[in-house]
């Protein structure tokens, strides 16, 4: 009985096959068949570990997955780094948003400049050929030498140190053994723990040269953002930060995705207020000097803004296949009106 092959790589549309990996299998590792030797060396021996699933465009997982990095003993670790679950966040949700005075502020600043600057690190590194472990590799690296933590790592059980979404992956993509190609899109989304507080940072990158629709996409992401962010100051309303967004979304043929939202973050890695990025929301609330949140409008191609999940239970994909970007900043409202605290430096921008 053959399997289809299950090369996440596959340059034969994965047919029927026999042929298994030897190493997978003396190790223990099932499922990993290939159609040929062509096939094999373009995956580099990785495998789709949920070959039944009914996938909606052409990304694939591609195990197996790298062992889990460590963290030197002298690093501080947020709550959840032993048992994935995020302790804080509990208490922080059962409370309003918090106002922060100017010592956590620029306990924050710090925290988000760093995040800012590994995300550049990353994005640097991106070209046709490159794994997203190994990009994982360069985060996490990057991370643990500026005495930080990944916040992402163990975070209800994650297993990496970002998050990388390639093409139609929505959100919350898990680094594997997926090699970069020419025309690719892939969004990096940077969250570290520096003495006691986490940052958070995302932006959407090109492979090489992508297609004018890829392209489009990231402009209209990076608009519904900026646009979002001009709105906030002392009084504005929470809600309307979506009454913004989506319309920029639709003028250019595309959607925001309405399951996902942005949060409050401080000692907690997710806490009040929740940013709701599309109209018609019901957020309460204004926004008052002191309070820091992140603002991250996942935004896909077409008029459908919904997702699906793989069976990893993170993956989040579009329900047609078709690309789906995001950019993320961190915002302080001021006395009169905002800080972007995740902002790139200027003189990178």
């Keep these: 009985m053959s399997v289809l092959c299950q090369s996440a790589a596959c340059p034969n549309g994965n047919p029927p096959s026999r042929l298994e990996c030897p190493t997978c299998a003396k190790i223990g590792i099932r499922g ?6 062509e096939c094999f060396k373009a995956g580099y021996g990785s495998y789709n570990p949920f070959p039944s699933y009914n996938f909606t465009g052409p990304m694939r997982p591609a195990y197996p997955l790298s062992s889990k990095r460590k963290i030197p003993d002298h690093i501080q670790r947020p709550d ?7 302790k804080s966040e509990k208490k922080a949700y059962a409370s309003p948003p918090e106002m922060h005075g ?14 800012r600057e590994i995300l550049d ?24 030498e500026r005495n930080a933590y990944p916040s992402t790592l163990n975070y209800r059980n994650y297993p990496k140190s970002l998050c990388t979404s390639v093409n139609e992956v929505v959100c919350h993509g898990i680094p594997d053994q997926t090699r ?13 723990y520096y003495q006691g507080y986490h940052g958070d940072v995302n932006g959407t990158y090109p492979v090489g040269k992508i297609d004018d629709e890829s392209a489009k996409l990231l402009r209209t992401s990076r608009e519904c953002l900026d646009k979002a962010i001009a709105l906030c100051k002392p009084g504005a309303l929470i809600r309307d930060l979506g009454k913004t967004i989506e319309p920029i979304a639709r003028a250019n043929g595309c959607s925001a995705v309405r399951t996902y939202t942005g949060h409050g973050i401080n000692t907690s890695f997710h806490s009040p207020p929740d940013i709701p990025h599309y109209a018609k929301n019901k957020a309460m609330g204004t926004m008052k000097p002191g309070m820091i949140f992140t603002i991250e409008p996942m935004i896909n191609l077409g008029p459908n803004g919904g997702e699906v999940h793989w069976p ?36 990178n921008a």
């Excluded at 990993?32 to 030797?37: K, L, N, R, T, V």
């Excluded at 959840?80 to 995020?86: C, F, K, R, V």
């Excluded at 794994?131 to 985060?139: K, L, N, W």
Aim: proline share 4%.
């Design 312 to 347: 990893d239970n993170w993956t989040a994909t579009t329900t047609d296949g078709r690309r789906s970007a995001q950019f993320e900043e961190t915002i302080l409202i001021t006395e009169t009106g905002f800080e972007i605290l995740t902002a790139v430096p200027q003189s």
């Design 80 to 86: 959840y780094a032993t048992d994935g679950i995020p």
């Design 180 to 192: 970069l190609k020419e025309g690719d899109i892939i969004n990096l989304d940077i969250s570290v």
């Design 102 to 115: 100017p010592e956590v502020i620029e306990k924050l600043r710090t925290v988000c400049r760093m995040s």
């Design 121 to 144: 690190l990353a994005a640097a590194a991106l070209r046709p050929g490159i794994t997203t472990d190994e990009i994982d590799e360069i985060v996490h690296n990057a991370t643990i």
């Design 32 to 37: 990993s068949f290939f159609c040929g030797q």
